[in-house]
């Protein structure tokens, strides 16, 4: 895999950031629409969606001492690996 560290972990919050979106979009979705379709199943898959967004945001790490990241960064503020620098 090319590219630099910060366009790995640029993915990373993309892909959890759309996940909570969307898991959002389909629980609130589906208890507007509780009065048509009155199933529990929906407001439940999408809270598990948004669940499995917030983990993965979570667990966007720094590569080299797994430092958990929670802003971003130029560099890890723990160990001081630069972002920029090609993923090895």
Do not use: E
């Not at 979106?21 to 999408?46: E, K």
Request: proline fraction near 6%; hydrophobic fraction near 45%.
């Amino acid at each position: 895999m090319t590219g630099t560290i910060r366009q790995s972990l640029k993915r990373r919050v993309q892909l959890s950031d759309g996940l909570l979106i969307i898991g959002a979009v389909i629980a609130a979705g589906s208890i507007l629409l509780w009065q048509w379709h009155s199933n529990i199943a929906f407001p439940l898959v999408g809270l598990f969606v948004m669940l499995v967004g917030a983990t993965l945001r979570l667990r966007v790490r720094c590569p080299q001492c797994l430092h958990v990241l929670g802003r971003p960064h130029n560099f890890c503020p723990n160990c001081g690996i630069n972002f920029d620098n090609p993923r090895y």
